[in-house]
């Protein structure tokens, strides 16, 4: 987890925050799966939760929602939405948000043992230069039978096109660290830290996987 990738982020967060989502409806399909695989009930982490977007969508189907994200850039956006929201009397009363990379012993819940009924990720794991750590860092967060719920670009099947494109972009500090993940590849890195695959989806297709997998 590197600072200068946190820069990158917050550098570019302003600008992330004024862009509309680029397909509406792979975002809401996206957002419709999750909610079936939770409850009232559930205390669930984000992780690159960005600007609290899905946060801010999601929160109010769950018992508590902790999202968190390492560019401090992107927790100051979603504050300032947050408290607008607080204004308005919309806000949902069990929303925190935290400057926060996965591995900040802050993500571990207080008190309790048990630990998350959900972790999400969307467009995140492809950023992420431990992928395997990561995912024990997630799984250890989770309670027996838990879910990790996530969606990744990968790009791994245009890399010809993508790597030497992102390369330059990043020598020019105008991208981030970016892992070319095939859907192969992904799912069975999350499988070999210790989960079940329980339903995958292209939403939007064709590089953008959505997996929602059981600690087992
Ligand atoms: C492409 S944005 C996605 C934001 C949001 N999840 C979304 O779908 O719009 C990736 C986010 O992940 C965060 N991020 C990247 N690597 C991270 C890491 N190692 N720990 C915490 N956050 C990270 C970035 O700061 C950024 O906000």
Known sequence: MTTKNAEFWTRLSRKYAAHPIKDQAAYEKTLERTVEHLGPDDAVLELGCGTGTTAMRLAGKVKSYLATDFSGGMIAIAEE??????????AHEGL????????????????????????????FFHLVEEPDELLARVRSLLKPGG??????????????????????????????????????????????????????????????????????
């Open 81 to 90: 939405r947050l408290a607008a929201e607080r204004l308005r009397g919309t």
């Open 96 to 123: 925190d948000l935290l400057d926060a990379d996965a591995f900040d012993p802050r993500l571990v819940p207080a008190g309790e043992t048990a630990g998350y009924d959900a972790v999400l990720a969307y467009n």
């Open 147 to 216: 879910l990790y719920i996530s969606k990744t670009v990968c790009l791994k099947d245009k890399a010809w096109l993508f790597a030497p494109l992102i390369g330059v972009m990043q020598l020019v500090g105008k991208a981030p660290y970016v892992n070319m993940l095939s859907i192969g590849s992904l799912e069975e890195t999350i499988r070999r830290a210790g989960f079940e695959i329980v339903e995958t989806g292209n939403h939007p297709a064709p590089r953008s996987r959505f997996v929602v997998a059981r600690k087992v």
